[in-house]
Structure formats: structure tokens, C-alpha cells
């Protein structure tokens, strides 16, 4: 009789603390979904990372679910609602190699594969809207005179599978699919800025020039912003911007894995020598 072939399991529940220690000294990355027994795991995400997994490689890539009840490293995940995403990765030479991402073609020179900042950074995209509408220039034009740095500018075209991500918090709304889509629709420009000067919160001044999400809103309290000038209605609103820090960190390290944070936006873990947090979010 022929021996069953041993099923490999895509995604690790995490119920104890030696469990815990185990899967994060796990070599590669690790995913931590951080549920709460009363609503469950994010299922929409699951099914991503279980296929983002066999893509890349049972070796590289981990998905574990905690329950932040159970776990006392988790407590100040406790009570709340919102998705929330643990990135850990446990790296050696061998192993960059394997998931180093191909160049990316970007302005500004031929070693723009690896940016950085000392200053606070945040994430524009000029969505396909306002591209197909020969908009974009200006928009960067705008941009500049507004006193932002563009420490980047990449064109390209967006996946389904970025745009699920990176509108996880929002999944659960009627327009969630309509959005997505819409992202995924055409060329986008995305922008790392920062200020020229440094002399305020770069995400705040972009919120602030960028003005209301709804472009007839933004036409009735801000006519100077962008979204006031460039947009025509919900979701074509010609330009997203990060809501707050933790969001601008979230969102760049997703498009821009090779991004670096200067120290004062990312702090490393107080408890973990052998790994490294890529990124926190909430």
C-alpha cells in the first residue's frame, strides 16, 4: 500500500510562547497575523499569503496566525480591532540573494534601487486617472513648488494582490473591489517625499495639500488642493497620500521593499537579537 504523501501546512497557528520563539527564529520571513478571538483572523489576507508562500517557497516565506490573548508578548495588541501585521525576518547572504526583488528602471539615476532618508518620509501615488489624463507632470510640477523633495519617482503599474494589501483596512467596504480595480487599472506614479526644508511633518503637509478625499468636498473647503483641481469623483480622486506615520511606513515598505527609514521612524525590537523587525503596522 502506497504511503500518503505528508501534507505541508501553509500557515502556523501560535498558541504558546515556545511555539512563538520557534516560528520567529524560522529562517526567512515571517508574517504574524495578531487576531482577537472574538472577530478571527483577517480571511482575505490569509488566502494571499498562503499563495504568496507556495510562490516563493515553503523556505522563505512563513504565515503564522497568534491570538493575542494567548500570548503575553502580544498584550498591547489586546482589544483592538483594526488588522494588524507582524513582520519578522531572520537573514543571511544565501538567503538575500534568493528574494533579492529584480531593479526596478527609476528617475534619478542607475543606482536608485536602494533609497534612504534621515528625514521624514511619505508616500504619494498619482493614480491612473489622473495619468490617463495626461495629468501627471503637472501634478509633480505642483508638488515641488508646494516645497516637498521627491526622493523618488517610479512609473508602473500596480497588481490586485499590492492593492488588496495595501487596502486591507478597508476590505470590508462596498467599494473595496471598485477601488482595487481602479488602482490596478493603468500606470501609476508613485513618490517617496519628504520637505524641502524638514521644517514640518512631511505626511500632515501632504494630507494637507492633498485636501479631502472627495473631489466635490474638496472643491467646496479646499479649491487649491490637488484633489480639488485634479479630481472628479469618488474613487477618481487623482491622488493618495499616507494618513498618518505609521500608515507612511506601512504603505512604502510594501511598494518599496529596498526603502531605508532613518532610525527616528523605525525603532528596532528591544527583545530580539536574532531577528530584525522589517516592519509594524497597524
Request: glycine share 6%; hydrophobic share 35%; aromatic share 8%.
Amino acid at each position: 500500500m502506497g504511503s500518503k504523501k505528508k501534507e505541508v501546512a501553509l500557515q502556523v497557528n501560535i498558541s504558546t510562547q515556545e511555539l512563538w520563539e520557534e516560528m520567529l527564529g524560522s529562517r526567512g520571513l515571517t508574517v504574524v497575523d495578531v487576531y482577537q478571538g472574538w472577530c478571527g483572523p483577517c480571511k482575505p489576507v490569509v488566502s494571499l499569503f498562503q499563495k504568496m508562500r507556495i510562490e516563493l517557497g515553503l523556505e522563505l516565506l512563513h504565515f503564522a496566525l497568534a491570538e493575542a490573548d494567548s500570548l503575553d508578548v502580544l498584550e498591547k495588541y489586546r482589544g483592538k480591532c483594526e488588522p494588524t501585521f507582524l513582520f519578522y525576518a531572520v537573514t543571511d547572504e544565501a538567503l538575500f540573494g534568493a528574494v533579492k526583488c529584480p531593479p526596478r528602471e527609476k528617475d534619478g539615476g542607475e543606482d536608485g534601487d536602494t533609497v534612504s532618508s534621515e528625514k521624514t518620509c511619505t508616500l504619494a501615488i498619482i493614480k491612473p486617472d489622473a495619468v490617463a489624463h495626461g495629468k501627471a507632470d503637472e501634478i509633480i510640477m505642483k508638488i515641488q513648488e508646494a516645497g516637498f523633495d521627491i526622493l523618488l519617482n517610479e512609473e508602473r503599474t500596480l497588481t490586485e494582490e499590492e492593492m488588496q494589501v495595501f487596502y486591507q483596512h478597508r476590505a470590508e467596504e462596498e467599494a473595496f473591489d471598485k477601488l482595487v480595480h481602479h488602482m490596478c487599472s493603468g500606470p501609476s506614479h508613485l513618490l517617496i517625499l519628504t520637505m524641502t526644508e524638514d521644517t514640518e511633518d512631511a505626511v500632515t503637509a501632504w494630507q494637507t495639500f492633498l485636501g479631502p478625499c472627495d473631489p466635490n468636498v474638496a472643491r467646496r473647503e479646499y479649491p487649491e488642493s490637488l484633489r480639488a483641481q485634479y479630481g472628479t469623483d469618488m474613487p477618481f480622486n487623482a491622488v493618495h497620500g499616507s494618513r498618518d506615520r505609521e500608515d507612511a511606513k506601512r504603505e512604502l515598505a510594501l511598494l518599496f521593499p529596498s526603502f531605508k527609514f532613518s532610525d527616528k521612524d523605525v525603532e528596532a525590537p528591544q527583545d530580539a537579537e536574532a531577528q530584525t523587525v522589517v516592519s509594524e503596522s497597524i
